[in-house]
């Protein structure tokens, strides 16, 4: 089931974004897309590395922190070590930050243009547990394919 949605994700973005160079309409785009298809998606968004700093960019949810610190919390830990992170309840993850008290799971996926890391994207659940490798998995492959 997720992974249907997933593909379909897929393809839909690729078909919109295939002759785009801009990375903000890029990520804007992810973000309608994703965040409309499934239920439990209660904040999608990207911070971009600017600087080796996190700046929030296009997202959609409630209003989120605007900059994190490369190494903190689940974004600034993605962003370091450049692994996708799912954690199943924010508070077993050590430095996690809450930028709202209604997010329970989270996962963390590195966006590479390259070698370089461009952006974090980051999607929160209210929910316990709601990510796994398969979130892993698709997000990673939609977003080689995009950036
Ligand atoms: N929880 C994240 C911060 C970003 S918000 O959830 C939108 C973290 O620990 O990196």
Redesign the pocket.
């Known amino acids: 089931m997720k992974r249907e949605k997933y593909l379909d994700c897929e393809q839909k973005l690729v078909a919109m974004l295939s002759d785009e160079q801009d990375d903000i309409v890029k990520m804007a785009t992810v973000v309608a897309v994703l965040h409309k298809k499934f239920d439990y998606f209660y ?1 999608t ?1 990207f ?1 971009r590395n600017l600087d080796d700093e996190l700046v929030v960019g296009p ?1 959609q ?1 409630t209003p ?2 605007m900059r ?1 610190a490369m190494g ?6 993605a962003a370091l070590t450049r692994q996708t992170q799912v954690v199943e309840n ?1 508070e077993e ?1 050590h ?6 008290a209604a ?1 329970v799971s ?1 996962i ?1 996926v590195p966006v590479l243009s390259g070698q370089e890391l461009i952006a974090v994207l ?1 999607v ?1 659940s209210t929910l316990e547990g709601s990510f796994d490798a398969v979130d892993a998995e698709n997000l990673e492959r939609i977003l080689s394919k995009l950036f």
């Open positions: 904040w968004g911070y997202y949810g989120a922190c994190i903190r919390g689940v974004c600034g830990t924010v993850f430095g996690h930050i809450a930028c709202d997010s989270e963390v980051d929160d």
